[in-house]
């Protein structure tokens, strides 16, 4: 447990940051996962649809520093490479 008064607050903030890298992430796996599931199940429509949606969600993580800017990048390419 922290002891000093900058600990604590430290502590706070990497929760509170935790807790917002999170949303990001899971948004970007809850997405490519629904992607790559409707494409092996042959709804390859619905799967172009999602695939915007991805490309936004990667791009804000990017942005906002939960991910690299080429993580992201790499990310897109596999899913549009899957996709066809």
Not at 5 to 10: F, L, N
Not at 19 to 40: A, F
Not at 71 to 77: E, V
């Amino acid at each position: 447990m922290p002891i000093t008064d900058s600990a604590k607050k430290a502590l706070r903030q990497s929760v509170r940051r935790k807790k917002r890298n999170l949303i990001y992430k899971n948004k970007i796996r809850d997405l490519v996962k629904e992607i790559r599931s409707l494409t092996v199940e042959n709804k390859k429509e619905e799967a172009k649809k999602l695939l915007s949606q991805a490309y936004k969600a990667l791009d804000k993580a990017a942005k906002v520093g939960v991910i690299k800017k080429n993580t992201a990048s790499r990310k897109k390419a596999r899913l549009a490479k899957f996709l066809k």
